[in-house]
């Protein structure tokens, strides 16, 4: 399914309305740096909806979890979508602090003492994708090709810091997406934390069980059957992606680490059988990506999350991949879709 797209805003501005399955327009539901639309009831489950236009490329961002929500070029869709009405199924395409993927049973510990957060995967019994899952993000920063939207997080049970989360989507001037999320400190403490995020890709309206997947990683975490890490492997068979294997293939949800950078950027790659590709690529700050294929996102046989990230699944208790960000300091991640049409 595509979404009903935004109407084209002046730039990076949010659009002036949608329009709906049924061809109606609604303008109540966006707002822009001046604040037009605050007070209006949203009209959609992902809160107020973004847009990005530059050349053929076109992004829709959410309030909801600062998410990717549609990334195209030249009308080929190039993430997974949703619809008005839904949130983001499977996590698509949102954004994800102070942690991303799992804390195991929700506890870690600082200084010795326990840190008990909320469980939000029942099923295994882990606390799963951050504190911002669920959260509105305010419009910060606009210009003609960028959006960026902030969230905090305060004080809590489990996670007792004051951070910001901020993240900022561009359309570059080669008409591929870049998007850099900042954690802020404002405690008086350094902050332990992971940042990622979780898309999506497809190329259009070929099948994903047709395209190729290729991942330049050498090493894959193993994890047991809530998906906590317990070790890491050289990469063989049905993991060893550096070659390209069919999707149809592939029912993997593994991390990956050991990565193939090149000038600072690992990239990784769906391609189709005509050439044409699409790929996610993510800085030296990110030194894991997770590789989720699954046959349960609505409405696609199958469908391919590839997940930048800082750090592994469990970092809060084994320390993989965990940065303490000192008080006051700042720290970024980059990462990108591209694609060759």
């Not at 809160?47 to 490329?57: P, W």
């Not at 929500?69 to 983001?88: A, F, M, N, W």
């Not at 992606?241 to 193939?260: C, F, M, N, P, Q």
């Not at 469908?303 to 960000?325: C, H, K, Q, Y």
Request: proline residues 5%; charged residues 20%.
């Amino acid at each position: 399914m595509t979404p009903s797209a935004p109407h084209s805003g002046q730039g990076g501005t949010a659009a002036a309305g949608t329009t709906s399955a049924a061809g109606t327009t609604s303008a109540s539901d966006t707002t822009s740096a001046s604040g037009a639309g605050e007070g209006a009831p949203r009209r959609y489950a992902s809160g107020r909806q973004y847009e990005l236009r530059r050349g053929d490329a076109l992004a829709v961002v959410t309030e909801l979890a600062a998410g990717l929500r549609l990334y195209s070029r030249d009308g080929v869709q190039l993430t997974e979508t949703y619809g008005d009405g839904d949130i983001p199924p499977g996590a698509t395409g949102i954004t994800l602090a102070p942690w991303a993927n799992r804390v195991e049973d929700g506890v870690w510990y600082l200084d010795g003492k326990k840190q008990q957060l909320d469980i939000t995967e029942v099923s295994r019994n882990n606390a799963s994708h951050g504190l911002l899952r669920n959260a509105s993000y305010e419009l910060v920063d606009e210009s003609e090709f960028s959006v960026t939207l902030e969230a905090p997080i305060f004080p809590q049970h489990g996670y007792p810091f004051l951070v910001r989360h901020r993240v900022q989507y561009a359309l570059a001037e080669d008409l591929g997406l870049v998007v850099r999320q900042t954690l802020l400190n404002d405690s008086q403490a350094s902050a332990p934390f992971v940042l990622g995020s979780h898309p999506y890709l497809r190329l259009g309206d070929v099948p994903a069980g047709d395209l190729v997947l290729t991942v330049g990683a050498g090493r894959r975490l193993v994890a047991d059957d809530r998906l906590i890490p317990r070790s890491s492997e050289p990469v063989s068979g049905d993991t060893d992606l550096r070659g390209g294997l069919t999707v149809a293939e592939l029912d993997i949800d593994v991390a990956y680490t050991d990565l193939e950078f090149d000038g600072g950027v690992a990239r990784q790659t769906l391609q189709a059988s005509d050439g044409r590709s699409v790929s996610l690529w993510q800085d030296e700050s990110c030194a894991y990506v997770h590789v989720f294929v699954t046959d349960q996102f609505p409405g696609r046989a199958k469908a391919v999350a590839i997940e930048p990230m800082t750090g592994p699944a469990n970092a809060f208790n084994s320390g993989d991949g965990l940065r303490w960000l000192p008080a006051g300091e700042q720290f970024t991640m980059t990462w990108g879709i591209s694609a060759a049409l």
